[in-house]
């Protein structure tokens, strides 16, 4: 939306040697911009877009908004099926979080310090969650779960969610680990510190920065989680995610849009959270 | 000259033990195993157990069988939805190599607030929900939505187009969704390549284009082919998008093995379904496992 102009304003790259026919590169950088400028508003576009739509004054959808309001919010606070859906998903995130960290780091440290046999092997099993298609592993799980009457069920989530958030934790925190000047350890047991004492006073503090980005995106790969969350779900124990796929499925209220807000803003404030913890982006 | 840190004769300030190897850069396989417990039992338990149990399923009609993969084989209407599966994978993989690559190329070169706003513009996508960009999908596209209101409004078109629940609105909400999957890998590569190569090739007489066509585009072959095999192998596997925004007749594997199990109940043959996807996902996975460890970190978009 706002962003277009921008774009096209200051797209760029540095000239090297621009004598030649100087209108016509003009107008083609121009043109790049502009496209450039497209391409990059239908990626934020679906994400905004929810804004508006859960602030409309209406329950059909209008745009722009003809006038606002905030019912679409209240309704969403004071339908209990929401707020048991919202609860028990921020309960299984929560869990899910505490599990996959402790899990995922002592893993990472084992997987980057140690040197067990098979070891590559391991270290591709655990990434082994992010590669399989999650309906595969849904389906699968709903097969299992079922008989054990796990499905719709906390412990059964906690399962679930768990092994899909620790690669994530595995993977950032073993790059801390790696880029861990282990020297440093060294010199403090050259300096009388045991063992456990060196690993609490210098490792921890160094890849602290990266167990807390990674139980970030524990939280998230938990709270966002759909296609597992839709097959082991039942009547009885929801997620936000199964709710919401089954009320855009059945009846598109604008509550799905204040829903989708609200999702956009945890998710928005959490990564944010990791780019301040880490000082850097995307992995 | 004899106490750097480094020397092996001064580290082992304790005597080595079954738990503390000698070495305190490497942990003992003892320490090494305990670390790892807890992993080894949740992907055993959590993880292996489940699959392994669906892949047998699959061969069961209670005795051993092949007839559910025979079915698969034999139908031509399950041939067709996995044949359509890689068939859209292979569109929105090029999608969004097209559309991305140009965002990879601005996000290397961009500087300060520009960069700032590029990345924000990739990354946002990448945290939202997909439950929350496909009910955005439909806002848009459904028959009294944002777009067709816009085009009768202006008077382009009369009545409103059939725009959600077709193959086209599948393959534009899978392009939105997988594209930042492309974007960073290839935005890793180039933004590696140093601006001088450019320059050096523009120095000796090529034109832009032809400096981009035979420096820029080669040095980045490790970055594209990445994020392919990264958009492909997800893209096969999606259900939650295709489920929402794709209409009945545009049925892909995901969506077949949801039908199969919420709807039909056959579950032995919703397993053979799913262990088809599986293995076709895991031998993409092993045949372009270089290329992949160019992009580390895959966030859950399926």
Same mark, same amino acid.
């Given at each position: 939306m706002s962003i277009e102009p921008a774009v096209t304003a200051s797209?760029?790259?540095?000239?090297?040697?621009?004598?030649?026919?100087p209108y016509g590169k003009a107008a083609l950088r121009l043109l790049g911009g502009f496209l450039i400028g497209e391409i990059l508003f239908f990626l934020v576009l679906p994400t905004l877009l929810v804004i508006p739509i859960s602030l409309n004054d209406s329950s059909y959808i209008e745009f722009p908004p003809k006038g606002l309001t905030l019912r679409w919010y209240i309704d969403f606070l004071s339908d209990p099926d929401w707020r048991a859906a919202t609860i028990f998903s921020l309960q299984i995130a929560l869990a899910t979080t505490v599990a996959s960290t402790v899990i995922g780091t002592l893993a990472a440290i084992g997987l980057v310090r140690g040197n067990l046999p098979g070891k590559t092997l391991l270290r591709a099993l655990s990434l082994g969650p992010m590669i399989v298609p999650h309906v595969v592993f849904g389906v699968a799980l709903y097969l299992v779960f079922s008989p054990l009457s796990l499905t719709g069920n906390f412990a059964g989530f906690l399962i679930a969610h768990t092994v899909l958030a620790v690669p994530y934790v595995i993977i950032t925190v073993s790059a801390a680990l790696e880029r861990f000047d282990t020297s440093l350890e060294l010199a403090a047991l050259n300096c009388g510190a045991s063992r456990s004492r060196a690993f609490i006073s210098v490792v921890l503090p160094n890849i602290a920065p990266a167990v807390a980005a990674a139980s970030v995106f524990a939280f998230l790969a938990s709270f966002d989680e759909a296609t597992v969350a839709f097959f082991i779900s039942d009547t009885g124990g929801k997620t936000i995610s199964r709710k919401m796929f089954e009320d855009i499925d059945f009846n598109l209220t604008p509550v799905i849009a204040a829903v989708s807000t609200l999702l956009v803003a945890v998710s928005l404030l959490l990564m944010g959270t990791i780019h301040l913890l880490t000082g850097r982006g995307e992995d | 000259m004899t106490t750097t840190v480094e020397n092996p004769r001064v580290v082992p300030a304790r005597p080595a033990s079954w738990f503390f190897s000698?070495?305190?850069?490497q942990y003992s396989h003892a320490l090494t195993f305990l670390l790892i417990a807890p992993l080894m039992l949740l992907l055993a338990g959590g993880f292996i157990y489940p699959i392994g149990r669906l892949v047998s399923l699959s061969l069961?009609?209670?005795?051993?069988?092949?007839e559910h993969y025979e079915r698969i084989v034999t139908e031509p209407l399950y041939m067709e939805v996995l044949f359509r599966t890689l068939q859209t994978g292979a569109i929105v993989t090029v999608t969004s190599l097209l559309l991305g690559f140009p965002v990879s190329f601005l996000m290397a070169h961009a500087k300060g607030r520009m960069a700032m706003l590029v990345s924000a513009a990739v990354l946002v996508p990448l945290w939202t929900s997909v439950l929350v960009r496909s009910y955005a999908w439909i806002v848009l +596209?459904?028959?009294?939505?944002i777009v067709n209101g816009l085009l009768i409004e202006s008077g382009l078109i009369g009545s409103p187009l059939k725009?959600?629940?077709t193959e086209g609105a599948v393959i534009l909400a899978m392009t939105h969704v997988l594209m930042p999957f492309m974007i960073l890998p290839v935005y890793n590569v180039l933004r590696t390549i140093p601006a001088e190569y450019t320059q050096a090739a523009r120095n000796l007489g090529a034109g832009p284009i032809s400096a981009f066509w035979r420096v820029t585009l080669p040095l980045s072959l490790p970055g594209i082919f990445a994020g392919c095999v990264m958009c492909f192998i997800l893209a096969i596997g999606f259900y939650i998008t295709p489920a929402l925004v794709?209409?009945?007749?545009?049925?892909m594997m995901a969506t077949l093995i949801g039908q199969q199990t919420?709807?039909? +109940?056959d579950w032995p043959f919703a397993a053979a379904l799913a262990t088809v996807l599986l293995t076709t996902t895991l031998i993409f996975v092993l045949v372009f496992r270089k290329a992949l460890s160019v992009s580390k970190g895959m966030n859950s978009v399926n």
């Open positions: 797209f760029a790259p540095s000239p090297v040697n621009s004598t030649h026919r | 000698r070495s305190a850069r069961m009609a209670p005795g051993f069988t092949l +596209l459904q028959r009294n939505g725009l959600i629940y794709g209409g009945p007749g545009a049925l919420t709807v039909l +109940l």
